[in-house]
């Protein structure tokens, strides 16, 4: 394990390799006053650059306060090593509503996401002034983040929401092999890759000519979209294997496109099945999703699987936590997303219950904090 660099042109956490776990956090500003939300971004700063390398939140946060203090850090992650650890901060829509003078700093594209076909959302699992994103490859070092983070804002911000992601869905990275997710299919196969620049400033990062005059501080930075998909893991499991492979239109075991011998393999929407039909059926989700159906769309995806006990009716609640990155919501995911509510095969499996959109400012200069930078 490595200590992830916390400063730089862009934010760790977008296309940093997926770490294993992940816990992420939807806060509401709780103050009415400027300031203080102003100096909670400061002190954040400063304590997630410490955690980051590998140490407290708070210089001599664990023992050294003396017997007569509550600890400046809780403690659990005191013999942990960093374990990649990064924190990835966002800001909803709602923290621009003129509560803290932010109106004229709001991003254009950052306005809610409609409603789409399908949706079950739950208010108390989405939205949130603020977001934190916090991956490491131990979930104590990301749980113990989250926390000394939360415990720091206490009076300013409250926790809405919170996810624990226990295993990547996603490869973000071209040396990294492709996980699994709870559907069992290999996921993030084609994703956009640390590797691929053109791509990324393309689709993923926020161009200087987006954001003009006073939005110009999220030049550099990129969208968060983040959907709690409950997948329906019971149902899945009692359909044929070439049921499943034609949902995802890919096969199970190496990756593959339908049609094609190995998981790297460029897919082919014209080839046909032995039956004379399309290999990749017209609803597969890899088939809907894909750019050449959508005006070239793309989007990063870096999410996590998790489960969150039972749903009190003998089923897992279980699911993906989709996270993803990308230039213009509105432009991407809104429409990625309407195509494949509407048609894609993999609705009958899925739901989604949770969301929230973010705006992730560009990374840290020397000197500079999270409170400068927005305020
Ligand atoms: C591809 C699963 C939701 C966008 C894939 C693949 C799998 C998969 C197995 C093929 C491997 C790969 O290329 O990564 C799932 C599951 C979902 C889900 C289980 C829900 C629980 C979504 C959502 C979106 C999305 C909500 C975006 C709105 C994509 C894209 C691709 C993809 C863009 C790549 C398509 C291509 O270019 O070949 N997904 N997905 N997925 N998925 Fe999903």
Known sequence: DQVVPFRGAHQAGIITPAQDRMHFVALDVVTKDPRELRELLMAWT??????????????????????????????????LDASNLTITIGYGPALFDGRFGLAGRK?????????????????????????????????QVAVHAV?????????????????????????????????RNLFGFKDGTANIRAEDTEALDRHVWVQPADVTGSAAWLAG????????IRMH?????????????????????????????????????????????????????????????????????????????SDGLGHLDAGLFFVAFMRDPHEQFVPMQRALA?????????????????ACPPGLDDGDDWGRQLF
């Open 221 to 228: 930075g990129s969208y968060l979209v983040a959907r709690r």
């Open 107 to 139: 991003p254009s594209p950052l306005r809610e996401l409609p409603g789409f076909v399908g949706d079950d959302l739950d208010p108390a699992r989405s939205g949130g002034d603020l977001c934190i994103q916090a991956c490491a490859n131990d979930p």
């Open 46 to 79: 400063g304590a997630a650059e410490r955690m980051v390398a590998g140490a407290e939140a708070a210089p001599g946060g664990v023992i050294g306060g003396g017997p007569h203090k509550a600890p400046a850090d809780t403690g659990e992650a005191f013999d």
């Open 147 to 179: 926390r000394n983070l939360v415990r720091l804002g206490f009076g300013t911000v409250s926790v809405r929401w919170s996810q624990l992601g226990f295993g990547r869905t996603s490869a973000t990275t071209r040396t990294q092999t492709t996980p």
């Open 233 to 309: 893991v019971e149902v899945w499991d009692r359909s044929t294997l070439q049921e499943q492979q034609d949902v995802i239109g890919r096969d199970k075991g190496e990756g593959a496109p339908l049609g094609q011998q190995s998981e790297l393999d460029p897919v082919d929407f014209d080839a046909k099945g032995a039956d004379g039909r399309p290999a990749i059926p017209m609803d597969a989700h890899v088939r809907l999703a894909h750019e050449s159906r959508l005006g070239g769309i793309r989007i990063l995806r870096r999410g996590y699987n998790f489960t969150d006990g």
């Open 342 to 358: 509407a048609r894609d095969a993999l609705s009958e499996y899925i739901e989604h219950t949770g969301s929230g959109l973010f």
